[in-house]
């Protein structure tokens, strides 16, 4: 359906989308098949983007709701005892694999505007018994948590969802300690979509047409007040088609000391 979209129904269309897929995750894990970021719900779709340590126990119903495009985990290492905050958290799986990192001396903090994936996140850190993990049901542009909050920000094919993602990428300052790192993996445009591509609904929830170019995205992050931004690694989301022109980055930047 190709219809204009004001910010409010984007979001609405984001949420109901990613609702249906925490719900199908929860009742039917393994079983998904999406078209949304990642190439959806199912273990194979997800194994090239994670180590098979980093996936190592974690619940079936976390992976089916991964919709993920890369591994932010991969730009940086987390550290023991840090505090990392995860950016449309979803159904939990890379804030798991955080909790890891930083051990039961860190936290990791999951937000997420859709009500089912918090619901599904919060079940799922309930069977890995981690007690150093929780959830927070917000917009990523106004989170709960305090100034100076993070050591480290990650997220995963979201931010490109966001209508206004000066918004995020100022929350996201706002909530990073000095020194702090943003450590982003999402679809970015390296050259020009259809228009009639951009106007279509699905392309929104697909995480396509909400997409930047390069410079305007990185621009962003700058304009914000991120120094050292860089694209790390970058591969075509397809290799053929409008959709060659958009591709996954993994993104990292840090906040001023």
Not at 133 to 143: C, D, G, K, P
Not at 208 to 231: C, Q, W
Request: with cysteine.
């Amino acid at each position: 359906m190709t219809i204009q979209l004001d910010d409010v129904q984007i979001r609405e269309v984001v949420r109901e989308r990613y609702g249906d897929l925490a719900k199908r995750a929860a009742e039917e894990p393994g079983c998904c098949e999406t078209d949304c970021c990642g190439e959806g719900g199912s273990v194979d779709s997800i194994l090239p983007l994670y180590t098979s340590t980093e996936l190592d126990d974690l619940p079936a119903e976390a992976l089916a709701a991964s919709a993920g495009c890369g591994n932010p985990h991969a730009i940086g290492s987390l550290q023991p005892g840090e505090t990392v905050v995860d950016f449309g958290s979803g159904g939990g799986i890379d804030c798991f694999i955080a909790a890891k990192a930083v051990g039961e001396t860190g936290s990791v903090i999951g937000i997420d505007m859709t009500e089912d994936m918090i619901d599904l996140a919060t079940a799922n850190a309930r069977k890995l018994g981690l007690s150093n993990v929780r959830f927070h049901l917000a917009e990523m542009e106004r989170t709960p948590l305090e100034d100076d909050t993070a050591d480290a920000i990650i997220s995963n094919c979201v931010i490109n969802l966001a209508p206004d993602k000066d918004a995020v990428f100022a929350e996201a300052r706002r909530i990073l300690k000095p020194g702090g790192r943003l450590m982003i993996s999402d679809l970015v445009m390296v050259d020009e979509i259809p228009e009639e591509e951009r106007a279509d609904t699905a392309n929104w929830v697909a995480c396509l047409a909400g997409t930047e170019m390069e410079d305007v995205y990185l621009g962003r992050m700058r304009s914000a007040g991120f120094t050292d931004v860089e694209i790390l690694s970058q591969s075509p989301w397809r290799e053929d088609g409008w959709q060659a022109n958009i591709h996954s980055m993994n993104i990292r930047a840090v906040k001023p000391l």
